[in-house]
């Protein structure tokens, strides 16, 4: 892949949206764009495809991470997608399952997870053996 690969940052706590886009350049990836919520993330979408979604559950607005993954499948296919949250209670968990995310990070994001984690949902979707 010649060019980085995209990424879009659904977060609404700005200073772990900023933590996230740091780590991920120091990574290699670029970042599309950090928004506070989904609708917001669904605005990008329509206009923009990133090859990856990190996604909060708890978000500003009407729409919940899991909700707005469902919306974003629904509307644009399927984008890979990895949850970063500190919530995990069994039953927010098992509707998140639904979705089927490439994974799951827990707040805060440690650097080798966060990148091992986004490699291979990249790869996956990408179905090649190689990042950049």
Do not use: W
Request: a negative charge; proline letters at 5%.
């Amino acid at each position: 892949m010649d060019q980085k690969p995209s990424v879009l940052i659904v977060e609404d706590e700005r200073i772990i949206a900023m933590d996230l886009k740091f780590k991920l350049s120091r990574l290699g990836f670029c970042v599309k764009a950090a928004v506070p919520s989904g609708e917001k993330a669904l605005d990008f979408l329509s206009q923009s495809r990133p090859d990856l979604i990190l996604m909060d559950i708890m978000l500003e607005g009407q729409l919940d991470g899991v909700e707005t993954t469902k919306q974003i499948f629904r509307q644009h296919g399927g984008i890979p997608v990895i949850y970063v949250t500190a919530f995990t209670d069994t039953a927010t968990y098992d509707r998140a399952l639904e979705t089927r995310p490439h994974a799951f990070l827990s707040k805060p994001v440690d650097m080798e997870d966060l990148q091992a984690a986004v490699k291979t949902a990249i790869l996956r979707q990408n179905g090649s053996n190689t990042v950049n």
